[in-house]
């Protein structure tokens, strides 16, 4: 059995933010009728976490449901407790017409963390995204483009901010984060 | 620039986090059609100034197709609605007539 490595293998960038590679995180897609009773009560079993409104995201501390179209969620969660989570929701769902399907090696997270102003300067240079503190902050998530790549945001809490992307863009993603938290790059727009 | 509010997701960014689709409530001609429908579904596309409906994806985004009424000229969006419709919703064909009395796009008005 090969040892499941994470994109950039926990790389880590100090600039006027930290950015760096977490590590591994189970992630599980699952599509269906979001307001049906039997999504809401597997999605509470499988991660303790609530179905979370539109654009928001739900749960804590590398447990987190979010919402990624009106039909779909990514679930994060522990990434040896993917598979089981995974059959758990699979029986949970089986008489209703969903998907759910393991995609833990499929994407990159990483988490940039200092000042609350300093980490939202540093997407606000990538993303055509309002990043306010009133426009956007914890709870809500974000799907978006980053540069040239697609990508999805949300605020654990006001200092930190986790950024997902897709496996095979992560070196891409990790440079352009590097490049926005440069040192002496900062525009002050939010101070 | 041009900003668009998803319907399906109600994130409003501009034009870079979507993908443009082409022209709205084109009707389809396959296999047993006449030639010129087959031809007119593929190739006699309106490109106007002024109105015009076009079908959008907000492919960075939540992924799903949408419709967008908005100006060619000055870029302003009317309104954006349901991918699942034949033709366009009767508010946005008022918010339209507000703005631009007397337009017309193929047989809507």
């Known amino acids: ?191 | 620039m041009l900003i668009l509010t998803c319907p399906c997701c109600g994130v409003t960014a501009e034009e870079t986090e979507f993908h443009g689709g082409g022209e709205a409530h084109v009707t389809r001609f396959g296999p047993g059609s006449s030639e010129d429908d087959f031809h007119g579904y593929l190739f006699e596309k309106v490109n106007p100034k002024g109105v015009h409906f076009e079908r959008w994806r907000h492919n960075n985004g939540c992924g799903k197709w949408f419709h967008a009424a908005r100006c060619t000229v000055t870029l302003e969006v009317f309104g954006t609605y349901s991918a699942q419709t034949t033709e366009p919703p009767q508010d946005i064909k008022d918010k339209i007539s507000a703005k631009r009395p007397g337009w017309s796009w193929r047989e809507f008005a």
């Open chain 1, 1 to 191: 059995m090969s040892e499941a490595v994470s994109a950039l293998k926990g790389a880590s960038f100090d600039g006027f933010v930290t950015v760096k590679d977490t590590g591994l995180h189970g992630m599980i897609t699952l599509r269906g009728d979001l307001a049906s009773d039997a999504v809401k009560a597997a999605v509470q079993d499988a991660t303790g976490a609530p179905v979370p409104g539109q654009r928001e995201v739900s749960g804590a501390d590398g447990n987190w449901v979010a919402w990624m179209s009106p039909d779909e969620l990514l679930l994060i969660v522990a990434y040896d407790a993917a598979p089981q989570i995974e059959a758990d929701l699979r029986k949970a769902l089986s008489g209703s017409h969903h998907l759910v399907a393991n995609v833990s090696d499929a994407r990159a997270v990483f988490r940039l963390s200092g000042s609350a102003t300093g980490l939202r300067e540093a997407i606000a240079k990538l993303c055509p995204v309002d990043m306010t503190p009133g426009a956007f902050g914890p709870g809500q998530f974000r799907r978006t483009r980053m540069a040239q790549i697609p990508a999805a945001l949300w605020m654990p809490t006001d200092d930190s901010l986790h950024v997902i992307c897709f496996r095979s863009v992560a070196d891409y993603a990790f440079n352009l984060l590097k490049g926005a938290a440069a040192p002496g790059s900062e525009v002050g727009l939010f101070s």
